[in-house]
């Protein structure tokens, strides 16, 4: 009988010991991670940037940078040249010159 009541009382203990695994922590001075709802900064609404009115349409940089090179073009009086395509060789553009005609 003493044989059977010694595992049950290792039983009975390992519970109790493992059910305080709190108070270990507890003992062993372990930091508790948790957070603080007050510490939590909240979001400003969303506003409009003050200069929105004067921000420029997509797209209209790039017929201002085509104006300017046109003015520029027209003050040194450069004539308008397809053949200066970028990407395009010499030899890409005499084959299509000769498809042209």
Known sequence: MK???LPILYLILGLLLYSCGDAVKTLRNEKVTNTDEFLVKKRQPLTLPPDYQELPEPGSKNLEKED??????KILKVPKNNSNKKGSSNVEQSIISQIRK
Request: hydrophobic share 20%; no cysteine.
């Open 68 to 73: 300017e090179r046109n003015n520029i073009n």
């Open 3 to 5: 044989k059977i009541n």
